[in-house]
């Protein structure tokens, strides 16, 4: 890797909680970019990174941080997600700079946790997708009255963070792209390389999932 | 709407709820199943529940703001200018007379650098901005002539365009941008494959002297006064190049 921190206490983690890692300020061990730029080629590539990277950087830190959920991760991320960028700049030539970036950022996300916390990685293909079926619209016959919407109102937000945080990862990044960034679903489709119909039935799974957890903790 | 389970399923109804919810529907169809939320309790609820938690994980989840150094960083790894952030020695002569300004009383001065820095900083946004949209212009025009009349009706002063195209920073367009409720005219040039941005911002400042190079929110700024105008360039360009295109700028010809 190219970060000379030490990534080893990291790796025995668990799925950390959002509110403590990805919020909490960090005192040290930000400062530690070490890369020469010594691969660099082209005055044009760097004024295209420039101009369509540069401008969603915040935006890729904000997404790195909710699917790696630590703060020091997401900068591991965000400066890996670029460089991968900045190679590939020349290739792009779409209109979306904003889908492109993001969807750069949430694969590097995904091949940093394969790499650093393989044994919590689990896919939503084990789970066996079909089988959590929607109930056929039942589930909102589980939903009390309406009173329950101030509950879901009134929840706080460690609550909220810890339940999008128990996500499985296809879940979680269909909430969040959606939800937390506000992307259309068929550039959430885009970036995450599945149809706008597995879009739909996994952000409609998230967010009753979602509901659900508030309301069992709130019950 | 593609790969949706069977159009009668309870299934597909659930998840157009959440279309619904999302915006995602066309005004017709947003009609229709508007419609059957109404008609079916169980879908009310569904998406009387799905608006209480988009609110809430609007309202609660902030976003995490990347840390202050990162994307100086990040610009630095692919070989991009960024000017440093340790403090120069001019910046410590400037803080030192700005010190004795303040002991001096002269809070004019003092004010007026505040202002000053503000619209620069809304400069640098108006920047960011055309770098994020279609286009960084409202009009696309290498041709000063086409570009000054375009100004002319629309604002109350067209600026001052020139034609540094032979010294290598061809006129790209121009737009209008919004600094401080004032429509503020901003021509683009290119060099290569950069973008500079330069905002004539009309000042009563007097003086035609012209600031260092500095770096705002990563990007480099140079900032003049001439002939009641304040005009801030902004680009991701390197400092010394940024001052080299001020210099060509101010030197050009009135008549140009």
Known sequence: MLYGRDR????????????????????NGVASATSTGGDVNGEIDRARFASIVVPHLSEAFALACWLTGSRADAEDVVQDASLRAFRAIASFNGTNARAWVLTIVRNTAYSWLEKNRAPQFVSVQDLGESAEALHNGSWAATLADTPETVLIAKADAGRVEAAVAALPPEFREVLLLRDIQGLEYREIAEVTAVPVGTVMSRLARARRRVIDAIRTHNA | MTNVPGPDSGEARALLVHAYADGELDPANALAVGRQIAADPLLTAEL?????????????LARPAPPPGLQSRIKRTVGLADARSRPSWRALAASLLLAVALASGSTWFVLRQGTHDRTTEAAVDAHVRGLMAARPTDIESGERHTVKPWFNGRIPQAPRVVNLTPEGFPLLGARIDVIGAAPIPTLVYGRRRHIISLSAVPDTARGEGAAAPRSLSGYNVVTWHDNGIGYRAVSDLAAPELEKFANLFRSAPAGQ
């Open chain 2, 48 to 60: 009387v529940h799905t608006n209480a938690l988009r609110r809430i994980l609007r309202e609660r």
């Open chain 1, 8 to 27: 080893d206490s990291r790796k025995q983690q668990k799925f950390p909680s959002l509110e403590n890692f990805c919020f909490a300020a960090r005192g």
